[in-house]
Each structure stands twice: as C-alpha cells, then as structure tokens.
C-alpha cells in the first residue's frame, strides 16, 4: 500500500510457485517448525504486510477455536469480520516468516486457507513524494497545495475521472489548454439545436447559462454558453476570469507541460454560469436556475457529489433554504465562502432577523481564508488584501486564500493578463475543499455528502490562531480525510468542533462554555440544538467513528434517572466530572458520562427517551457530544495531556492485554480498533512516543 | 469493510518492544548559561544534592570527554513502584541527547519498557516495569549527552512522577517524593 501508512512491504522475487503447488502436490505439513529441506521455496507474488496473515478457517470452527489454534502456533489473532465467517486478521511472531506461516496454517486441519496480506494499490495514486511536473507548481504564490497536505493525499488518489464538480460561478474557459481535458463534457446533447437527452435543456455540451433562465419557462429551453466571461478583477489580480480559477484549483490537469495542478488531475469540471456579465452580476434567481440545472443532471445520473458556490449572498433567502435542501436531498455537498469583510457571521446566524446568508445547514461547508502562516486572512497582514470573514459556528473550517496562484481566461491578451495569478479573496480558498471533497467521493464512491463533511471537518489540522474562529479550530487537511476520525454525523446539521472555554455551547444558544474537566480541552464536540431537547427517539444522534474512541455524553444534571440508553447497563458511566456553562450569566453545569466504542457506527437516543425521569420539556436541557479519539494520549490525569509522554506509557503498559469491560481496560489505548490492547497498540504507540497532539 | 476503512486498519504488527530509545536531540533555544563555540573537552556535573536521602530521585553523573552522563537514582524508596515519568531539561546550545543504558532499579521486577524522546530544550522520558514493582535503591536510567558546545547550565526534572505499583489504570503518583537536578559546567 502507499502513503497513508506503509506497513512492511516487501517484494518476493524469485521462483514463481504457488502455495497451490503444496496442495496438489499432497505434501503435509507438521505444526511445527518447517523443515526448509523438505519444500521448495513458497513466494507470493505481490506486496504484502511483514508478519500478517489473512486465515480463515473452516466452517464450525468458532472464534475460541480459531484463537486456539493460532496461538498453538504462537501466532495472534488481531482482527475478525463478523460477516465474513471464520476469516481473521493474524499477527505472526518475529521469528516466523509469512511463507512459513502460511505453511503451517495449511497443514493445519481447521484452516480453510490463509494467505498474505496483500497491500492495496491505487493505480491513480503518484508516489510519494509526489511534485507535480506542471512548471507553475514550485512558484511561490502556488503556496497552497502544500500548505494543506496535498501531495501527501495525491500518495493515495490523485481524483476520479468519474466524479462530476459543478462550479455555480462566472462560467468556465472550457478551452483553457490547462483545464480542456477536465471539462465534463455531455455526449448526450451535442450543439445541434436539440435537446437530445431530454432533460429540458438544449445542447448543454458543457453546463448551464442561467441567462438563459429569464427567457424561456416552457422546457426545452436554451441551454446557453457556460463559457467564462468574466472581466472583473479580483483584489490581487487584474481581469481574469473567476470561475476559470476556481475550477484550476480544484482540477486543473497535472502532468501536462503547462500551468499548475490542481487538487484532482482526473476529474470532470461542470460549468454553471450563474454570475453574469457586466460585474459578475447575480441575484437569487439566477441561482436558482443554475441549482435547477444541477438538479436536472444529477437525477439524469451525473455523478455530481460536490459543487462550488464561491459567493455570498446579501440575504438569508427562504427560496435559496429551499434550493439547497433539494441539493442535499439529491446527496450533493455545497462549498460555499465566509466571505471577505472581516466580520463575524455567527450573530447572523444566531439571529434569524439579521439578513445573512450564512446559516447551519446540512450540506454546505462554508470555508474561511488563511495565509501562508495558517492566520486567518488579515488586511495588510502577511500580504493580504482583504479579511476573512469567521464564526465558531457559521464556518466550519479554513483554507488557503491568500495569493493564491490559479489560471485566468486564456483568450484574454498577454502582459498584465498572464496565463496564471495570484489572487485574494474566500472565494479561493472554497475550491480547495471543493477540491479535497471530490478527491475523497471519487476515491470511495459510496460517501454520502454528510460522511463526505464529517471527514473533512473531523481531519483538519487544529491551529492555535483559528480556535475560536471557524467551529473546527482548523485548517483543511487534504490527506486527514481518507483516515478522518470521524466519518459521519447525524443529524448532519449538528456541528462538529473542536471546543475549548469561552466557545459556544449549543448552534441555537449563546450559552457559553465556561469549565471543562483537565484533559478535555480541544476534545471533538457535537453542538446540538438546544431546541431539540424534548426529542424521546431511540436513535437521536449517529456518529461514525473511524477510529476507537470515548464518547462522552454532557446531560442535565438536574436529571433523576437518565433514560436507558445511557444507563450503565449499556456500559455508561457517570465520571463524576462536570462540564461548566454560563447561561446568561448564571453559572450552571452537565454531568460527564463515558463510553468506549470501537470504531464504527455509534447511536445515541433522545435526551428525554425511555427511562428518563426528571424536569420534562422545556425545563429539561438538551445534551452535549464529546469525542475522545484514540490517539494514545491515555492518560488523561497526566501533566500535560497534549503530548504522548511516560505517563500515557504507564497506562499503556497497565492496560496491555485488557478487552473492554476489564478494570484496567483503555479506549485511547486501542489504537488498532481490534477491541483488545495488545503489543500492536503499544508498538504504534511508542512509534510516537514524545510528539505533541 | 470499504476501501477506506481498510486503508484505516491497516497497521503493521509488531512484537512487544520491551527495550525501547527513540530520538535524537534537537538543536533550539533553551535556559542555562548558554555555549560557546569552542569545542567541548571536560567539565564537571555538581549534582544539587550530593547526597540524597532515602525516598528520594536525583542526578548523578559527570563528564566523560565531550559526553555528559547523567543517572537518575532511587534512593531508598519503600513504598513499592511500577515505572516512572519524567522531563529531564537542559540548555539546547550546549547539550544533545545521545542515548541512554538501562538502569537496575525497574529491572529488579523484569523486564522494563523504556521510551525516551528528544524535543527542543528536554527529554521525555517513560520508564515501564512490571505490576510486583520495584524499591530500595538503584539507577533507573542513565542519560548520555554530548556536549556540542562550551558552556554551563542546569538540568532537572519536569513533569515528574514515581508511579505505585497499586496503579491500576494509570499512574498513581507517589505524593511529595522530592526529586533533584544538577549543574554542569563544559569546558
């Protein structure tokens, strides 16, 4: 496998024999150590993990069993698949070779079969370490690229070319010589004057022009040129091309002799012009259409999963809410832009009377601007232009958008119009999370646009100088997000951020956060709705865990019984710890309880379901989500709790051997999700042993 | 298992490491009375306290050439202990972490689990025996140094604890156990 985590790999070269070979030829194996002169080399032909195997032994043998064989033969059992009976992951020990070891468990008569581990390659992937050969890449303006982690995310894919990304701008220069052979192209529906697919659209070869929308309301309508004509300039830039450059940055084409790369060297750009000409004018019905369009193909099958709104709008909007709501319900994720005036969006989003688009909703990632020191974008600061825009709670996250290097129109004339520029503005830095988005949808197709948001904002690196100010305290990791702690999050409105005091407590409240317990600091959170607390349902709220973690639940104290779910018959325990809030200058607090889960799917019920007794609605409060992941940093007593250190060893080696449910088992500790902490868990530890969280 | 989560899992398998060093030091800023550049050739190590009463942790050590060898020493301790947790800090600009040799406190009880990271101006340091425990006296670990430049400084300890063998699910520190640095002087 390459890049996320490299394992042992190793080639076998050599006499091609199979292990079938062995079969057939009846040879028998004893269980014991393998004689070398009484077989031919065994080698497998592809790259596979050092000391693992993949065993799965016979019907009716069960897990006891299984374990017991293994360890007769001093191996372990690291890892089974319920629904894949009898198969397991096995660890070997040091001195036994996966060639032997397979010719052991061979010979063995409870084993089906076992084979290597093989290590997964993607053919799309470029090695690390992965530099692009476009010319422009190594320019000190294409700053962002790296900044974010991307050729680290190229290790694992370098994009889908089956995966669709609308951009809703300025339209795209489709002919641009670094973009043409990413456009998404309609075969369906030539220039011919026809609508040939049937979607209500003439000759839609490469998108939309909403211009269209206000002359024609009988379908078929004219589908328009979507071809960017932008002639504005961008502070930073002089006339350019708006659309033209976001669509650079989330796929330009890589390799090809010219320009930069952008996030996805294979991918299909789809240009929706909704801004129009003269001065990128645009209005809400423009993006109306321009949705509608979007919604057209995306119901004819294009395989849209993402789209880019680099664009504010003066006005919350019930239309534009309902629009949007039909987007997520058509599974697609909106990108969308905190905007450059340098003001805190959460009052708007706070208060339904203050007239801003920025809102929660459940498919849109709104992004902020960082430089190139990861501060949030500052007038006359680190060369910028402008301020972005924040909010703990109306931006989910940041990304680069200060001179940000990226192609303009190429039919406009030569010097000042260079073929590429740097520009300022949150409009740039959107496509980049476009672009992380499309990267992760074409490398697992089967992400729903909220598991596609959980994982970007649950794989952002945390940066001291955005705490406080967008609701993931970070900036976008484009690597982080094929290993994203948390994969999913339902309701997809609810927000995950990274806490710490002074932050908000609930989206609907400006209740703040005035106390946490030692070691809780910058935990994952789950903002709910305060609003929501008369809800009874078994299943509340859902997390996807991607890897073992605690989670802890924040409930009314006032309560007399938690309801069921909560309850330690459901392994729950009251920490005895509490979580300290101001509501409205009055001190209150909510009482901790844990749970450690492995990774996967976690459900939690409904703050008033059965079992509850206590204040009924609405004196109840609602509760809280906290996420402990499973970093190793185990201790949570110790001194410092932001680094790996001899006190997380200690607990570490207390908990080696331990399942869940012993007295000294350890969530954190279980780095591998296996369920046990083993010497697995303690080697990845101490491979980390000393570095900051 | 979808391709992701399976990219999550996959970690390699190892055997328990039960004698473990990792990293070297790392030049950066720090305390102490700063180096100069003349190259290092001997020097002295005054310990803060000579001559440690029981119950208690300090240094030991001297220079040797250009490397300064620091023990951290158990004195008389009574009360049982599984492993240990400490900073050890130094002045960067004179000193570098070169490496350590197991001491022979822990390894009374078994075999021990040592992790040791150089970061800027410090080591991190995590020492792991075995549940019976260990006492009385003994080296529990010596830290090698090399001195890259001239120079004179303090080391001591951070973030210290001894931890009871009565641990159950992580360290119970041993209460008011005093633990004592030293000076060095490189010449």
Partial sequence: MRGIRGGQNRWRTGAAVSAVFFILAGLVFSSGPVSKAASPPVTFPGAHVGNELLVRFKPGIGAAEARAVLVGHAMKLLHGYPRVAN?????????????????????????????????????????????????????????????????SAWTVTTGDANTVVAVLDTGIDYNHPDLAANIWTNAGDPIDGTDNDGDGYIDDLHGYNASQSSSCSTPPCPAGDPLDDDTSSDVGGPIEGHGTRLAGIIGAV????????????????????????????????????GIDYLLAKRGQGVNIKVANMSFGVSSWSQSLQDAIDAVRDAGILLISTAGNAGTDVDAAVADPNIKDFHRVYDNVIFVGAIDQTNALAKNGTNNSSFSSNY?????????????????????????????????????????????????????????????????????????????????????????????????????????????????????????????????????????????????????YIQLGLGRPATVYVAFDPAA?????????????????????????????????????????????????????????????????????????????????????????????????????????????????????????????????????? | MTLKQKITSRLAFAPLITIVGLGLGLAGCGGGGGGSNSSPGSGTFTPDTPSPAANTISLSGGVNGSDLDLSVVATGITDSVLGTAFDLTFDPSVLTYIGYTAGDFFEKSGSVTYAIAARSDRLIVGISGQKSGAAGTGTVVTLHLMAKASGSGTTGFENQALCSSSSVTSCDRQPSLPWSGGAYSIH
């Fill in chain 1, 254 to 289: 890589a390799n090809n002799g010219g320009g930069i790369a952008g996030l996805n060297w294979q991918v299909k750009l789809m240009a929706i012009k909704i801004r129009l000409e003269p001065n990128r004018t645009s209005s809400i019905d423009l993006v109306l259409a």
């Fill in chain 1, 560 to 693: 007399q019984q938690v309801p069921d779910w909560l309850q330690p018959a459901q392994d729950w325990t009251d920490t005895g710890r509490l979580v300290g809030v101001t509501v409205n200058s009055t001190a209150g607090s909510l009482k901790i309880y844990s749970r450690p889960f492995k990774a996967g799917s976690v459900t939690l019920g409904g703050p008033l379901a059965a079992g509850y007794t206590g204040p009924a609605y609405p004196d109840n409060t609602n509760y809280v989500v906290l996420v402990r992941l499973a970093t190793g940093d185990a201790d949570e007593n110790a001194p410092s709790t932001n680094r790996l250190d001899g006190f997380d060893l200690i607990t570490f080696n207390l908990a080696v051997g331990s399942i869940q449910g012993d007295p000294n088992w350890c969530a954190a500790c279980d780095l591998d999700g296996s369920g046990t902490v083993d010497s697995v868990d303690l080697s990845l530890f101490l491979d980390n042993f000393g570095k900051s969280l």
């Fill in chain 1, 87 to 151: 198969l397991y992951h096995v660890g070997l020990p040091s001195r036994l070779s996966v060639e032997d070891a397979v010719e052991i468990l061979k010979a063995d008569p409870a084993v089906q079969y076992a084979e290597p581990n093989y290590t997964v390659q993607f053919d799309s992937a470029c090695p690390a370490p992965c530099t692009p050969t476009d010319p422009l890449y190594a320019d000190s303006n294409n700053w962002g690229f790296v900044n974010i982690g991307a050729p």
């Fill in chain 1, 391 to 539: 909010g703990q709670i109306g931006i989910q996250l940041a990304a680069p958008g200060v001179r940000v290097l990226s192609p303009y129109r190429h039919d406009l004339p030569g010097p000042p119009y260079d073929p590429y520029g740097p520009a300022d503005g949150t409009s740039f830095s959107a496509p980049f999370v476009t672009g992380v988005a499309a990267l992760l949808a074409g490398f697992d197709s089967s992400l729903t646009y909220s598991q596609l948001k959980a994982s970007i904002i649950s794989a952002t690196t945390a940066e001291s100088t955005l705490s406080g100010k967008v609701a993931s305290g970070g900036k976008l990791n484009a690597a982080g997000v094929f290993t994203a702690p948390i994969s999913d999050l339902t309701p997809p409105g609810y927000q995950l951020a990274r806490l710490a005091t002074g932050h908000k407590f609930y989206l609907d409240r400006s209740y703040t956060l005035a106390t946490l317990p030692q070691g809780f600091d910058g935990l994952w959170w789950v903002r709910t709705l305060n609003g929501d607390k008369a809800n009874t349902d078994a299943s």
